[in-house]
C-alpha cells in the first residue's frame, strides 16, 4: 500500500516567489495535516483539514494557505516567500477527524534563496 | 510556536548500551507519542501513551506517560545501529494539535 506521498521532493525558490506543495493521503484517510519543520527544530502545525474543511489552524502568517479536494488530496500554498521559509513540509494524513493517528510522508524540502 | 522541553539534545553512546531521554511540558497532556525521524524521511511513531502512569514496550522500547501528566521518557534497550536518527517526543491535550519536542540526536559507535 502506497503511504503519504508528497511532491515536490525538492525544490529552490527565490524571495518573493509564491511555491505549492502538494499531497496525497493514504487510501481511505480523510484527514490531512500540513506540518514545518526547521533545520534542528521538530515539525510545528500549520493546517489540518478533515472532508475538505479546515478543522484546525497554527500559528502562521496569513501568506500560508492550504485547501483539500474531493479525493482527500491537498495542497499547502504560500506566497511572498521569505528566507525563513526555508524548511521541510510534512503532510501527514489520518481517517479521524481530532489530530490522532497520523501516518507522516517523508516531506518536501524547500529552500528559498 | 509552542514546543516541548525535550532532552538531552544528543548523545553518543556505544552498540549496547541503554539510552533514556526525557521530555517535560508546562502544560498537563493527555497523550504523549514518540516518533523517530530518519535523514531524508518523516517521523514514524514508535510507541503512543494515553493515559497518566502508563507503560508502554514496543520490542527495546518503553516510553511511560508521567503520572503529573507533564512528561514523559523513553528508554532504549541494548542499543543497535539502527537505533541511530533523532527522537521526538510530542503531546497533545483535548482536540487540539501535537506539539513537538526539538528532537534528541542519536548517535550509536558500533
Known amino acids: 500500500d502506497a503511504g503519504v506521498t508528497q511532491s515536490p521532493t525538492h525544490l529552490i525558490k527565490t524571495r518573493g516567489q509564491h511555491v505549492t506543495l502538494r499531497c496525497s493521503p493514504i487510501?481511505?484517510?480523510?484527514?490531512v495535516s500540513w506540518y514545518q519543520q526547521v533545520l534542528g527544530q521538530g515539525p510545528q502545525f500549520i493546517f489540518q483539514?478533515?472532508?475538505?474543511?479546515?478543522?484546525g489552524r497554527g500559528n502562521f502568517p496569513d501568506r500560508f494557505s492550504a485547501r483539500q479536494f474531493p479525493n482527500y488530496s491537498s495542497e499547502l500554498n504560500v506566497n511572498a516567500l521569505l528566507l525563513g521559509d526555508s524548511a521541510l513540509y510534512l503532510c501527514?494524513?489520518?481517517?479521524?477527524?481530532?489530530?490522532?493517528?497520523?501516518?507522516f510522508g517523508s516531506g518536501t524540502r524547500l529552500t528559498v534563496v | 510556536g509552542q514546543q516541548l522541553n525535550q532532552s538531552p539534545q544528543s548523545m553518543f553512546i556505544q552498540e549496547g548500551e541503554d539510552v533514556s531521554m526525557n521530555c517535560t511540558s508546562s502544560s498537563i497532556f493527555n497523550t504523549w507519542l514518540w516518533y523517530k525521524q530518519d535523514p531524508g524521511e518523516g517521523p514514524v511513531l514508535l510507541i503512543a501513551l494515553y493515559k497518566a502512569g502508563e507503560l508502554t514496550s514496543n520490542g527495546r522500547l518503553t516510553a511511560q506517560f508521567g503520572i503529573t501528566r507533564k512528561d514523559s521518557f523513553l528508554n532504549i534497550s541494548a542499543s543497535i545501529p539502527s537505533d541511530v536518527g533523532i527522537y521526538f517526543c510530542?503531546?497533545?491535550?483535548?482536540?487540539?494539535?501535537?506539539?513537538f519536542g526539538k528532537g534528541t540526536r542519536l548517535s550509536v559507535i558500533a
Open positions: 501527514a494524513s489520518s481517517t479521524r477527524r481530532d489530530f490522532y493517528g497520523y501516518t
Open positions: 487510501s481511505g484517510h480523510k484527514s
Open positions: 483539514y478533515y472532508e475538505k474543511e479546515e478543522r
Open positions: 510530542a503531546g497533545n491535550s483535548g482536540n487540539t494539535p501535537l506539539v
